[in-house]
């Protein structure tokens, strides 16, 4: 069997991680990578900190709006495709890289996976919603990472094609955790405890002038150090607003690779985010999230207390943060930690021929 994986952008690489190890001789495996994030700290870093092999494709097709980027990796997939013709064109997540890579697939008559299947914002106006439902709709075979993923498929009529096998994420985050903790990388230069980690990325925070404002703002006001690890969207949209992201109590610092940014949520207070995955990470080290929208994906880590949303309400950011540390809990939401074996076991059992 032939699985040809594509990936674009950070939490790709380390969903691919522990599938490319379950893959290891059992089936070949191609990787292409579209070149979505293409810096070092962004992309190239998370291949060798989490032992990926290097892409056997880059197609390089960098940044740009969401139809152009979009465009450019569906023509540069399809010869792709061709050329390799894969029993399977495993697809994670919600990125433009999946969708583009959904339509190429399915256009080529080719099987096509969804890794992470059905997740839901309920908010359209989210490019990463219309990716996940879009490729959902199109794919042979749908791996929930949840039980809630799986009713929302159910709910949309394919549960026929949905299969459980957990969340990726935390098999990877689980051996990264324990690397980290046996080796730890370099140090915050903080006590331990006594910060938090920032992250912000999605446009409705960051391409809104008077709203990026108001949540650096809210970060600037918070009573104990924040590490703001700036996505080069954040760094360009605060450089147009003119919006100064150093203040107060906030140090900015490049992307971090993702043993140090386990390590880094580790030792913190608490997180405040708007990334999908980074929430989940938090709950997964058990350390409170605070998340600067109005839903999540991930609704677990609300309803066992230890995620909350901010949304609109800004000001009610700093007394989220500084909220009690919830009741601790043994759920396992997100599996086992050996969800890319299931992975790997149900694209061999449902091989489709073509």
């Known amino acids: 069997m032939h699985v040809l994986s594509v990936v674009g952008a950070r939490p790709q690489f380390v969903k691919l991680a522990p599938i490319a190890h379950a893959l290891e001789g059992r089936a070949r495996h191609t990787v292409v990578h579209t070149g979505q994030h293409y810096d070092d700290n962004m992309s190239d870093s998370f291949f060798r900190d989490l032992g990926i092999p290097a892409p056997d494709v880059n197609l390089a097709v960098g940044s740009g709006p969401h139809g152009k980027q979009t465009g450019s990796m569906l023509a540069s997939l399809e010869p792709v495709f061709e050329d390799y013709r894969p029993d399977w064109v495993l697809v994670y997540g919600d990125t433009n890289s999946t969708l583009a890579a959904a339509v190429a697939a399915v256009k080529l008559h080719l099987p096509l996976a969804h890794l992470e299947a ?89 391409d809104d002038p008077a709203r990026l404002e108001a949540i650096v703002s809210s970060l600037a006001g918070l009573d104990r150090p924040v590490l703001l690890v700036a996505h080069p969207r954040l760094v360009a949209a605060a450089e147009r607003a003119g919006v100064e992201l150093a203040r107060g109590p906030i140090r900015v610092i490049a992307p971090l690779s993702y043993p140090e940014l386990v390590w880094a949520v580790s030792n913190a207070a608490g997180v405040v985010t708007d990334s999908g995955g980074l929430q989940k990470e938090a709950f997964l080290l058990r350390v409170p999230c605070t998340t600067v929208r109005p839903e999540t994906e991930w609704v677990e880590t609300v309803e066992l207390g230890w995620n909350v949303l901010v949304g609109d309400r800004l000001g009610e950011l700093a007394s989220a943060v500084s909220r009690p540390r919830p009741a601790e809990t043994a759920a396992t939401p997100y599996g086992d930690g050996h969800a890319a074996e299931r992975v790997v076991d149900t694209l061999l059992e449902r091989r489709i021929s073509v």
Do not use: C, Q
């Open 118 to 206: 059905g997740l839901r914002s309920f908010n359209r106006r989210m490019p990463e919603e219309h990716n996940r439902v879009l490729t959902d709709h199109a794919a042979d075979l749908l791996l929930a990472p949840t039980e809630v993923a799986m009713r929302h498929l159910d709910d949309e009529g394919l549960a026929d094609r949905s299969v459980l096998v957990g969340d990726v994420m935390t098999d990877v985050l689980y051996r990264t955790r324990d690397r980290v903790a046996a080796a730890p990388p370099s140090s915050t230069g903080l006590p331990d405890g006594e910060y938090l980690v920032a992250t912000l990325h999605r446009p409705d925070n960051t």
